[in-house]
């Protein structure tokens, strides 16, 4: 038996509580882990509160990523004892996710734990921070470089923001933070930024092309807060979008693109190929200091979860939920 997190619907509707499971009801897969921990995600908070249809399946244990070690394995790449990490690939949508003690999942989910980390850091960085990294990826792969100028990180307190103001400090980025939260100004200046910008300032619509600002972007939000980065950003400048906070709508022209060559370069998470995820772990376990996790992280136990979803709904929470799913 083990504990999970457990989603079910009947002619009532959508229920949601901790459950005692038979290890027996887990679904097909090759691996078999024993989590250690997992993280509340948005989407993880869409799926519990019922708030936007996330679930395709029932019953489903929540929780798009965990970390935890191999119990037994029919994979070639894992063996018992390995330590890994999983994001993405529909597991806690389609397929049983890591808000639980065990999961069962195809190996080809996985990546290999990067030396030097521990299964509770990784989770700390989650897959909140490996989507910082592929958008830190994207803007290195279009050259932007510390000395091309100023980087823009929008949604500075949530969970991509963070680790993308500490990432991209690191590395030597002039980073501007984003936020509607000032009294979160001295978190962001912590985790490494140069400077904190208003929100408000970039929420209205604004000009079809503004005065050149940015050689770069992380944008977690959408909406005019996007249209307006886009259009103040420089030369050839990137923005990555990965995000939609404040909302699906993207309210531009193309003038950004077409008189400036402005990229506005996706980044998609979910189903990345395996090579660039690994590829992304490994540059996080280089470049993220390791030190700055702690003020990132609220770190709750899976009795916390349920309770936990609507405050990160309501947007009051600073970076991320950490999950030890053995308390």
Not at 42 to 65: E, F
Not at 136 to 147: K, Q, R, Y
Not at 254 to 273: A, K, N, T, W
Not at 282 to 296: G, I, T, Y
Request: charged residues 20%.
């Amino acid at each position: 038996m083990f504990n999970a997190i457990m989603i079910e619907k009947d002619e009532a509707g959508q229920t949601v509580g901790l459950q005692s499971v038979e290890e027996s009801a887990l679904p097909d897969g090759d691996v078999l882990v024993d989590v250690d921990y997992s993280t509340i995600n948005y989407k993880d908070a869409l799926a519990i509160t019922n708030s936007a249809p996330i679930v395709r399946s029932y019953p489903l244990v929540p929780g798009i990523d965990f970390a935890g070690t191999v119990s037994s394995s029919n994979h070639a790449d894992y063996k018992a004892g390995d330590k890994v990490i999983l994001n993405g690939w529909g597991v806690g949508e389609q397929y049983w996710g890591g808000l639980a003690q065990k999961a069962k999942v195809n190996g080809d989910f996985l990546v290999p734990l990067p030396s030097g980390f521990t299964t509770r850091q990784a989770m700390a960085i989650g897959t909140a921070g490996y989507t910082a990294m592929l958008c830190v990826l994207a803007l290195e792969d279009h050259g932007v470089t510390p000395d091309k100028g100023e980087i823009v990180v929008t949604g500075a307190s949530g969970g991509v923001g963070s680790v993308a103001i500490a990432t991209l400090g690191k590395l030597g980025y002039k980073v501007v933070a984003v936020t509607g939260k000032p009294d979160e100004s001295q978190y962001l200046l912590d985790l490494g930024a140069a400077e904190i910008l208003d929100r408000a300032t970039l929420s209205e619509p604004g000009r079809p092309l503004a005065k050149e600002r940015w050689a770069g972007a992380v944008d977690t939000v959408g909406s005019h807060i996007l249209a307006n980065i886009c259009a103040s950003t420089k030369y050839n400048g990137v923005v990555t979008a990965c995000g939609l906070a404040a909302g699906m709508d993207l309210p531009l022209t193309v003038m950004p693109f077409i008189l400036r060559g402005v990229c506005l370069q996706g980044v998609e998470s979910v189903v990345c190929p395996k090579e660039r995820r690994v590829l992304a772990w490994n540059r996080l376990a280089a470049d993220l200091d390791a030190e700055k996790l702690s003020s990132m992280v609220n770190e709750i136990g899976l009795s916390e979860v349920i309770d936990a979803a609507p405050k990160l709904m309501n947007g009051t929470l600073r970076g991320r939920y950490m999950v030890d799913v053995n308390r």
